[in-house]
């Protein structure tokens, strides 16, 4: 006996529909699975087998062969637990076939017949809408997130039960439905904010210029100066998540399992903040079936490092491709998947092993040679592409004692969109290129022009400074933007001297 019934596998950020076809035979009882399946697909005749049993059902006493069509892609995870069991039942008369190939089926069975919640629900959700059928049963955790598909209807269940009672007919389950605006409204809050900093005023400047650009940053200074404070506070003044963005990075963290349980979307930009002792594959993405890492978790927000120098050089090196290309390509022997990676990079560190160089409170105690040591743990080519160096120095006791609050988040972000916005205005012919910090050279030639004195305070910037030649485009392109910022269409002299203070790491007298 034969029954077929649809499930979908993810790819990348994509998903593809697949064919669960079983075929029950004579012969020895068992369970054959075919079609490349991993490990936790081969162990679901175990679990699809008691899930079977403790839901009240027998299980066919008869050879079954099951086969996951198309046969030349791999299948990897335990969501196919509930597709095969249903299309197992199918096959044995337990249930209507004409009923089952009009649903998709999603979920892991425990050995009770519970359904518990899987990685990519969004996406399959996203693939079934587009190649049907337009139907998909899901675990009721994963319902919020799929039903934020469109034209597509979702029935949660709790048990492999309700979904036999559903298709035969004997309780039917309703479909979900979810207010997307309503939703994407109420997610848009973050518990963080700009006024809660006290003092760092150009710092906060700094960030600022940052946001309004997407260029970027790394943070120098002591321990304890508030580095990852701010760093934490950066999401809050970036433009909020369009609903387009919050999908695309709802599917990231869906396919990567970090998305909340019963969550149904990503309203905000993410802060992924990885520690130090991260591997290659933790940070870009890796394995047999290659999975998104925190560059691509990331993904439309921010990646802060914090200890920069602490990671390991072959780790920070691996940022250098994704920066410019926005995107990560992870290559096996059977596939290569793409990731989005568009991210803003901050960095923090101290100034020296002791993290006490120019402090006023505290000595350094460290060597000159041990400064240019620790500082060479971050190559120029990584350095070249953090745009602005900010100089975190401690917060006096007045400001910290200080009951007034700061500048908060929205007013800052106010700024920063009308700044968004001319930049889209000025790119608006130019495809892939949304902010200041995507130019490339040709680009700056073209936009950053400067006046005589602008060439003038250049020219004497590098030679006098130090600066090095890597700077330059840099200095111009966050002039570029802290035009925007003022309003203002051309480069005055004040944006460039603000543009050149930000580049303190190239220059030849720093950590002397």
Known sequence: MYAMVWSGSVYGVEALPVRVEVHLTTGQPGVTVVGLPDNAVKESRERVRAAIKNSGFSFPRRHIVINLAPADLRKEGSAFDLPIAVGILSADGLLPPEEANQYVFLGELSLDGSLRPIRG????????????????????????????????????????????????????????RVDLQAIFQQVRQYEVDFADVRGQQA???????????????????????????????????????????????????????????????????????PH???????????????????????????????????FHRS????????LEERRIVLSRARMAVEYPANFMLVAAMNPCPCGHLGDPRKACTCTPAQVQRYLARISGPLLDRLDLHIEVSPVPYEELASRQNGEPSEAIRE??????????????????????????????????????EGEELMKRAISRLGLSARAYDRILKVARTIADLAGSDRIATEHLAEAIQYRSLDRESYFR
């Open 315 to 322: 780790v920070l090196e691996l940022l250098r491709q994704p």
């Open 276 to 310: 130090h002792t991260i591997s290659d594959a933790g940070l870009v993405g890796g394995g047999s079936i290659p999975m998104p890492g925190e560059i691509s978790l990331a993904h439309n927000g921010v990646l802060f490092l914090d200890e920069l120098p602490e």
């Open 415 to 452: 700024r920063v969109m009308a700044a968004r916005i001319r930049q889209l205005e000025r790119f608006r012919d130019l495809p892939g290129v949304y902010t200041n910090a995507q130019m490339d050279t040709r680009l700056v030639r073209r936009f950053c022009t400067l006046s005589s």
């Open 121 to 176: 629900a969004l996406p399959v959700a996203v693939s079934a809408r587009h190649n049907g059928p337009h139907r998909i049963i899901v675990p009721e955790a994963n319902a919020a997130e799929a039903a934020v598909v469109d034209g597509l209807e979702v029935f949660p269940c709790r048990n492999l039960g309700e979904v036999i009672a559903h298709l035969r007919g004997e309780a039917k389950r309703e479909p979900v």
């Open 203 to 273: 710092v906060k400047r700094a960030l600022e210029v940052a946001a309004a650009g997407a260029h970027n940053v790394l943070m120098v200074g002591p321990p304890g100066s508030g580095k990852t404070l701010l760093a934490r506070r950066l999401p809050t003044i970036l433009p909020p998540l369009t609903l387009e963005e919050a999908l695309e990075t709802t599917k990231i963290h869906s396919i990567a399992g970090k998305l909340p349980a019963g969550a149904a979307l990503i309203g905000l930009r993410p802060f992924r903040a």
